[in-house]
């Protein structure tokens, strides 16, 4: 059982590039969500999913774009990486009101 | 703004010793969840407690929640240095749930 899943781990991106965060779950669960975390910020809400078929925005939300491919997938696009981006990324998952489960992050770095 | 607000920041106290950190949030909420996170790693479930209920333990966890003060407590009793991490609330909304900045806590050996 792996749980969450986001690749990659780490990725270095020139300003300007574009990337696509990739993230899975294989607990059947209906809400994912992503969330970025900055030193001193805690974790900020970036997109989530209720269920398949449906997007909506958290705190967040400029600069970034998402897809719910399926029950299981939730990627995270970043189409014109600027440096104020460089952060942890986490993808989670949920059953409504329970517990999340987090991926173990994804570094990014844009310079 | 982020819903949950952890205090301390930072604390630091000696294995054996209890360490309590609090949570406050600003609207209702269905749940409040405690996290913790090593360094370099993904947030690890620790405890939920949901708006009806006022005390929760969990090992040596205890956590509180007073609803009419907007506020939680997470209580380690007699901590070890593997407890060193950040630990983070999450209040539930409905749909999104938010997270406080956390309080870094270190256990010295």
């Known amino acids: 059982n792996a749980g969450v899943t986001q690749t990659p781990k780490f990725q270095v991106l020139k300003t300007g590039q574009s990337m696509t965060l990739q993230c899975a779950q294989d607990?059947?669960?209906?809400?994912m969500y992503w969330y970025r975390q900055d030193p001193g910020m805690g974790l900020r809400l970036i997109y989530y999913?209720?269920?398949?078929?449906?997007?909506d925005k958290g705190e967040v939300p400029n600069g970034y774009n998402v897809s719910r491919l399926n029950k299981r997938e939730f990627s995270l696009r970043l189409e014109s990486a600027a440096p104020s981006q460089t952060s942890v990324y986490f993808c989670?998952?949920?059953?409504?009101?329970?517990?999340?489960?987090f991926g173990e992050g994804s570094w990014l770095t844009v310079v | 703004s982020q819903q949950g607000e952890e205090d301390p920041q930072a604390l630091s106290i000696q294995e054996g010793e209890n360490a309590t950190m609090n949570c406050s949030y600003k609207?209702?909420?269905?749940?409040l969840q405690w996290y913790r996170q090593n360094s370099g790693r993904g947030l690890v479930h620790l405890i939920l407690i949901r708006s009806n209920e006022r005390e929760k333990h969990s090992g040596r966890l205890r956590v509180t929640l007073d609803t009419s003060k907007k506020s939680s407590s997470l209580l380690i009793t007699a901590s070890r240095a593997a407890d060193t991490a950040s630990y983070f609330c999450?209040?539930?909304?409905?749909?999104?749930?938010?997270f406080g900045t956390g309080t870094s806590l270190t256990v010295i050996p």
């Open positions: 999450a209040t539930d909304t409905g749909n999104q749930f938010y």
């Open positions: 609207t209702s909420i269905n749940n």
């Open positions: 989670a998952s949920s059953r409504p009101g329970n517990t999340i489960y």
């Open positions: 999913s209720a269920s398949e078929g449906t997007t």
């Open positions: 607990m059947n669960h209906n809400s």
